[in-house]
Structure formats: C-alpha cells, structure tokens
C-alpha cells in the first residue's frame, strides 16, 4: 500500500491525533514523529522511512524504519542506535546529521537535529546561579 493512501486512511481516524481546541494545531504522539505534528511529513505510521529518536536512561536511542521489509517478517523491522552520554553533544549531532546526509530521510535533517539537541540540553546539569550582590542601601546597611 503507498504511503499516501495510507495517509488519507489514517489522517482523520487513528488513536494518536491530540488535538487541542477546535482551532488550534492537531498534534500526533506516534513513534517516528519527529516533531508531534500531525501530518504526512512526520506521520511515522504513512512513511515507509521514519526516523524516532528518544531518550533512553544516560543515552539517546535512535531508532530507524528498515524499508524493504514485510510486515510479516521474523526479525525486526527496526534498526537501533544508541549514543551514550558521554560521547559528547557534537558527536550525537554528527551521527543524526550523517544518518540524514546519507540518504534516510534527508528532508527530516533539520527536525531531528532540533530534536538530538533538545533531548542533549535536557541530560546537562545546569550551573548554581551566583550569589545575587546586595546594592545600594542594603550593600551600606549590612556593612
């Protein structure tokens, strides 16, 4: 079945459509859904190739859509890719960026280097804040 077939099927009726308000933006939780719009662009359940990644304890897991396989196969249809924490945040960028450079989906590149990033920027401890310096009369009144 084409994958736009499968979009007009899918679009009005299937179980992951969030929508807020009757004029706001339908959003989509399925996996492979890079930015959780509803739409054929980001749809993971039309595409024949989708990209989901998420995080997954220390590491950030992503996970491709093998193309040419049936859905009645034996092994999965899936290809997993972890990238440990320590690794670093330009090496994940650098992996998610390869991976759509080669050919997979390369008009998801933008969408899922937000998405690495965003997910890096959550795994980093942030700073204390300093100290916030007293001023003016009450710098005076407490010396």
């Known amino acids: 079945m084409s994958s736009d077939l499968q979009w007009l099927l899918l679009r009005n009726y299937n179980s992951f459509i969030v929508k807020r308000g009757p004029e706001g933006r339908t959003f989509s939780t399925e996996h492979g859904n890079l930015r959780n719009l509803h739409s054929h662009k980001f749809s993971g359940l039309a595409n024949a190739k989708t990209i989901d990644i998420k995080e997954s304890g220390s590491a950030i897991q992503i996970t491709t859509r093998k193309s040419k396989v049936s859905p009645h196969a034996v092994r999965p249809a899936r290809t997993t ?29 933008t969408a899922a280097l937000a998405r690495t990033s965003a997910l890096l920027a959550t795994q980093t401890e942030r700073k204390p804040a300093p100290p916030k310096k007293l001023r003016g009369k009450k710098a005076a009144a407490r010396s």
């Open 81 to 109: 890719l972890t990238i440990r924490n320590r690794s670093g945040p330009r090496r994940a960028l650098g992996i998610v960026a390869g991976l759509t450079k080669r050919g997979y989906r390369p008009d998801l590149r």
